[in-house]
C-alpha cells in the first residue's frame, strides 16, 4: 500500500525499471464515443487531461495497474489501447493516494480524472465500456481512433509542435460520421432509422458531416483568443493565445495554425504556420501542401500583413505586405526596381536580391512589400513600411 | 382483399386503367411544420421516402386509398396535395399487405413508411394533420410548399438532374422563417411572443433566417461525401458521392452541384455544375446565371481546378487550371501564343483556337490553363497540365 | 395614485420637473446572464425593448420607481444601471395603470414587459437578481456591458443610425466568453469543469467563444430580410429591411450594414454602410477603418455592384460596378480613357475627373465601371451601365 509521496516515487521507479517498461511520448484516458449500429467502431475520443512528452510518473502508474488488472501490455508497438476496467481504477486510486488531497484546480490532473472516474458506475449504463486508456510510444503512422485523437490533443493543446507529429493514416483510422454538435452518429444508423425518426419527428439536428471533430469541441482557448464560429477551426489546428479568427471566410485546418497574437479572416490549409503579430485578411488564403505550394508548406513571418483576398503559395517573411487581391506563387515572376532591391538587400545582407525573382526565392526575405503595378499590371516588390525585429546576428 | 403479390399487380393495373388515373412525376408522404400563429401555413415539408419516374405501383395504391378515403382527387392539375387520414393509411395498409413483411433496409420503401404511419396516433396530438401525400404530375411552376420541397429533394436526393425541373415560383410558394436547428419558426409568432420569451429566458436560439432550408436537414450524404458546416449547402444542391465541402468559403446553392469526387472551398452559384475530378479552390466563385455569366449556367469540366480566389463567369472544359486569383468572364479578352494555339488545338480539333479569344470562347475546349502574366498583366491561355480524359469520338 | 391617463401624464410632467431628472438618449429593461464562476461579472443584457431617443414618459415613470425603491439614481454620469426589485415593479405597474389594459401587439411595450415582469417570482430561483434597468444620458465611452449591450440594441434594431454612437471602449467592458448557442459561458468556468463534465458526457457544445454575441440571438429581422447563418452577422450590425445574407464567405461587423435591399454574399467590415438597391458579390471585402482604408469609413453608394472577390478601401459611388477580382485602394492609380472622362464628367459635373485618378478621387463619383484591362494589366475606369438616381440638384 502506498501511503507516502516517497512510497509513491518508489513504486513508480519500481515499475519504470521492469523490462516491458517504456515511457509514451502521449498518453491519457478517453471517454469514447462508439457507433450506434456497430458499437465496436470508435466515433470520437474525448481526453479530458493529455500528456505529451510529461508525467511520466503517471503514465507508469497506469500501465502498471493496467497490468495488474489484467490488460494485455505490450509496450513495444506504437500505440496501445486498454479498456478502463474497475480494478484499473481501483489500482490507480491506490497507487496515487497520497496525491489525491491535492489534486484540484492545475495540480495532478491525472489524478484529478481518476478520482471522477472512480465515482462514476463504470460497469453499466451509459458508461460502460466507454473508457479508454490511450498510450502513444513511436511517432508512427495512427492505427487507432484513440491515438488519431491523441495526437491531434497534442496539438490543438500547444503541447506538440505544428507539423512535428507523424499524422500519416490519420484518415483512414478516423470514420465519416454526422454530427449533432459535438456528438458523432454513423451514417449508416442514420440512413436505417431515417424514416422511423423523420416521421416521428426525431430526426436529429446534423451541424456536419466529417472524419475530423471540431477545435471548440475538444479544446478550450485562452482567455483572449476568440474563435468566432466553431467550424472555422478544425481539431488539431492550434492555435496560439490571442488569436482571432473571424466568421467570414476564414479557415484553420488540422496541422495547421498561428504562433501568436493572430488575425485570421482568411484560410490557413493544413501545414501552414503564421507568425505572431501578422494578419491574414478577409478571404486571404495560404495554400497548403496539396495545392499550389510545390510541396514546400508555407511558413509567414511575423509582423506581415496578407491583404483582404490575397493569396500565397510560398513562404514570406517577417514585416512584409501582400497587398489586397495579389497572389505571389512559388512560380511567380516579380520584378523589382533598383532602388527596391537596395533598400530589400540592406535588410537582408544574407539573401541574394535581383531585380527579377520568382516567388519561391523570398523565402526568408524580411520586409517585403508586393504589390501588382495598376498601370501596367506587373508584380513588383518594394520595402515595406511594417517593422520587424531585426536579427541582432545579421548586424 | 389482397394477399398475394398477384393480387397486388392486378389491383394496380386496375387503378391504372381508370380513367381519372394519371401517373405522377414524382410523390411522397410527408410530415409538415406548420405556422406557430397562423397553423394553415406549411413552413417546411419533410419525407422520408421521395419517388421520382419510379414506382408507379406504391402511387396508384396510394392515390386509390385517397379516393376512397374520400379525399378530392384531380389528377389534371399539375400538383395534388392530400391530408392523410386513418382511413387513408388503412386502405394503404389492406393493399400493400403481401409486401409488409419483406418492407426491411432498403427494400419497398414506401410500404416502410405507411407501415410506420400506421403505429403513430395520427387524429391527435403532435401528429394530428401534419402529414401529407403529395403529388407531381407536370414540371410546371411550383404552387405549393409541398411540391417545392418534393422537386427539391428530387434534386438533392439525385433523383432529377441539376437544372432539369422547373423551379419557377419556388421563393414565392415558399415562406421566410427563423429557424432553430431543423424547425422553423414564423417571424411573427417570434415577434409577439419576443417580451415574454426573452424574459423568461426561453427566447429560442435562431440558427438563420431563410426560406430554404439546410441539405443536411432532409439528405443522408454518401459515406464517402464530407460537409464541414451545414449552412454551407442548401437543401435543393446535389452532391455527388465523395464531394467535400469545407467550412472556410465555401457555398453550394440550389439547384447547383457535382457530378462526381469534387473539393469544394468555394461558391457554387445556384444553377452551376462541377464536374468529377475537380476542384473549386479556397474562395473560388464559380458564377450564377444572375451575375456576370451572359445569363448561361456555368458548367465546369471533369478534373480541372479553379485555383483559390479565381472567379468563373463562363464554362471551362475538362483538364483545365484557373490560376489562383484569376478571373474570367464571358467578356474577357484571353491572350495565346503560337506555341499555345497549337497545343490548345491539338487536343480540341474541332474548336477554333485563335491567338485572341474571349472567355465564352473556351466553351467546350479543354486543357487550357488559364494565368495572368506578372510581368506585364496579361491574361493569357496556355496548354495546362492537367489529365484529361480525351474524347475517343474526335480521335 | 393613478387611475386615468391624464394622471399618469401630469404625474410624469412632475417626476420631469424634478430638479434631479434627466431625460435618457436610451433606455430599456435586460434580463442578465450572470457569470458562472463569478456571479458578478455580468455576460451578456438581453434586452426585450430598446428606446432611443424616445418614450421619456416611460424613462421617468422607470427613474422615479427605482428612486422610491430606494436605488441609488444619479443622472449626471453617463450610465445608471439598477437592479430591478420587486418594489420597482410594483412602483411602475400603479403608474402605468391606465395603460396596461391596452398594452398588447405594437402598444406601449415597456408596460408590456412590466406587467410581464409583474407575473415571474424575481426574489428567488433563476430570476434572482438577473434583472436590471439600463438608462444612457450620454454618449461618451462605454462603461457597463448593460450600456454596451443597449447600444448595440440602438443599433442593430435600426433606432441609431450606424457610425452615430460612441463605441469606444466596448471591448474592454464586454467579457470574451464560450457561447452554448445564445448562452454565455465563463472560460474559466469551463476549464475548471473540464474533467468532470467531458467525463460525463456532459460537455456543452461550444459553438463560439468572443466577446459579442451574434445579431440573431437578440434581433427579429423584417419579413424579407435573410440571414443564411447566424454567424455572419455580429450584435451590432444594422441590416435594413430586404437585405440577404448568404453563407459562403459573408460577415457584416458591429456598427456596419446595409440602408435598404442589398445582396451581402462578401464581407462589411465595422464602419462600412452598403446603400440600397446594391450587391455585395461573392467574396467581395469592403475594408474596415483599421485596415488598407487610410482611416476612412467606407461607404458603398445605392445601385453598385461589387463583383466577386473584388475589394475597396475607398469609397465607391451610386450606380457603380467593380468588376470581379478587382482591388480599389485609396492609392491604387486608375487610367481613364478620353472618352471615359467626358462621359463620366458628364454625369458628375462637380467632380474633378481626369485621365488618370487614384482610388480616392472617386469619394462621390457615380456611374463608374471599374476594371482590370485583360491585356495590359491596366486598372481603368469607364462609365458603367448601372442605372444611377440622378440628384435633380445637379441638373
Redesign the interface.
Known amino acids: 500500500m502506498i501511503f507516502t509521496k516517497e512510497e509513491f516515487k518508489a513504486k513508480v521507479e519500481e515499475i519504470q525499471s521492469q523490462s516491458w517498461y517504456r515511457n509514451p511520448i502521449g498518453f491519457g484516458l478517453a471517454?469514447v464515443d462508439r457507433g450506434q449500429k456497430n458499437p465496436e467502431k470508435i466515433l470520437q475520443a474525448?481526453?479530458?487531461?493529455v500528456n505529451w512528452e510529461e508525467n511520466y510518473g503517471s503514465a507508469a502508474v497506469f500501465l502498471n495497474a493496467l497490468k495488474e488488472a489484467g490488460a494485455a501490455v505490450d509496450t513495444t508497438k506504437t500505440e496501445l489501447v486498454c479498456e478502463v476496467s474497475d480494478a484499473f481504477v481501483e489500482s490507480c486510486i491506490e497507487t496515487f493516494r497520497p496525491y489525491i488531497p491535492e489534486a484540484k484546480?492545475e495540480e495532478h490532473?491525472n489524478v484529478?480524472?481518476l478520482s471522477?472516474?472512480a465515482s462514476?458506475p463504470l460497469s453499466s449504463g451509459?458508461n460502460a465500456d466507454n473508457?479508454k486508456v490511450v498510450f502513444i510510444f513511436e511517432d508512427a503512422v495512427v492505427e487507432s481512433v484513440e491515438a488519431a485523437y491523441l495526437k491531434l490533443y497534442a496539438l490543438s493543446s500547444g503541447k506538440a509542435k505544428l507539423r512535428s507529429l507523424n499524422l500519416n493514416g490519420i484518415f483512414g483510422a478516423l470514420h465519416?460520421c454526422?454530427w449533432t454538435?459535438?456528438t458523432p452518429i454513423e451514417?449508416?444508423w442514420?440512413?436505417?432509422n431515417?424514416?422511423?425518426l423523420?416521421?416521428?419527428?426525431k430526426?436529429p439536428?446534423?451541424?456536419?458531416?466529417?472524419?475530423f471533430p471540431r477545435f471548440?469541441?475538444h479544446v478550450?482557448?485562452a482567455?483572449?483568443?476568440?474563435?468566432?464560429?466553431?467550424?472555422?477551426v478544425?481539431f488539431g489546428a492550434q492555435l496560439a493565445a490571442g488569436t482571432t479568427v473571424?466568421?467570414?471566410?476564414?479557415?484553420i485546418n488540422f496541422n495547421a495554425g498561428t504562433e501568436g497574437v493572430v488575425m485570421v479572416?482568411g484560410?490557413i490549409?493544413s501545414s501552414a504556420v503564421v507568425g505572431a503579430g501578422s494578419?491574414v485578411?478577409?478571404?486571404a488564403?495560404i495554400?497548403g501542401v496539396l495545392?499550389?505550394t510545390d510541396g514546400v508548406p508555407v511558413s509567414i513571418g511575423e509582423n506581415t500583413?496578407l491583404?483582404?483576398?490575397?493569396?500565397t503559395?510560398t513562404a514570406i517573411g517577417d514585416g512584409c505586405i501582400l497587398?489586397?487581391?495579389?497572389?505571389i506563387?512559388p512560380g511567380?515572376?516579380?520584378?523589382l526596381s533598383e532602388k527596391a532591391v537596395a533598400a530589400i538587400q540592406e535588410i537582408n545582407p544574407d539573401k541574394e536580391i535581383k531585380p527579377l525573382m520568382r516567388g519561391m526565392d523570398f523565402l526568408g526575405v524580411n520586409g517585403v512589400h508586393f504589390r501588382?503595378?495598376?498601370?501596367?499590371?506587373?508584380?513588383i516588390a518594394m520595402r515595406s513600411t511594417r517593422e520587424i525585429k531585426l536579427n541582432a546576428d545579421l548586424h
Not at 423523420?198 to 419527428?201: E, I
Open positions: 471517454r474525448t481526453f479530458p487531461v484546480g490532473k484529478q480524472v471522477q472516474l462514476l451509459l473508457f465519416n454526422a454538435g459535438s451514417l449508416d442514420l440512413r436505417e431515417e424514416i422511423a423523420k416521421l416521428s419527428n430526426y439536428e446534423i451541424t456536419m458531416v466529417d472524419k471548440l469541441s478550450i482557448p482567455d483572449n483568443t476568440r474563435i468566432l464560429e466553431t467550424s472555422k478544425r473571424m466568421p467570414g471566410a476564414a479557415y479572416e484560410r490549409s494578419d485578411g478577409g478571404g488564403s495554400l495545392s499550389g500583413l491583404g483582404a483576398n490575397s493569396c503559395g497587398d489586397a487581391g495579389v497572389t506563387l511567380t515572376k516579380i520584378t501588382q503595378n495598376s498601370v501596367n499590371g506587373q508584380i
